[in-house]
């Protein structure tokens, strides 16, 4: 498996589940801990991950890392322009089960249609680390699109 610094294209930070702050972790340690013992590594802290992607020392995008030990991976990808919010995307995977739930991260309930299973999750996120952008790999919906009995 290649190897990416992602430091070549701008700085990345990630927030893992325990807390603990990284900046520009190493790609394939990453896909280890997220990945390959998926579930074991989300059991620590609040179960869920945050990569933020700067520029210029200014955070330009993040994606939200949320796991789901029956149904896979949910991302959610923020758009931050000026240290505000200005567009929501999540991760699809099943639209017809946008209005079934999953406890997700300490009595937090999801669509279960958002969740994807694990190595096409790492596709999307091995994405961002590269260049912070959301990935064409997998499908997203905006969030001002989501019908009104699902949940994210």
Known sequence: MKTFKTH????IQYIAP???TISN???ADMRTNMIDNFPDYWKHGNGSATINFFIDKK???????FPSKEY???LKYLYITDGKITDEWVSIEN???????????????????LFLPLEKAWKA???????GNKSKQIDWINTANMPKESNW
């Open 95 to 113: 639209p017809m089960k946008l209005n079934v739930f999953t406890e997700c991260c300490d009595e937090w309930y999801v669509s279960i249609g």
């Open 18 to 20: 325990d807390g603990l």
């Open 59 to 65: 955070i330009q995008n993040s994606i939200l890392v």
């Open 125 to 131: 996120i091995q994405d961002f680390l590269l260049n």
């Open 25 to 27: 972790p190493d790609i």
């Open 72 to 74: 896979g991976i949910y």
């Open 8 to 11: 070549d294209v701008g700085m």
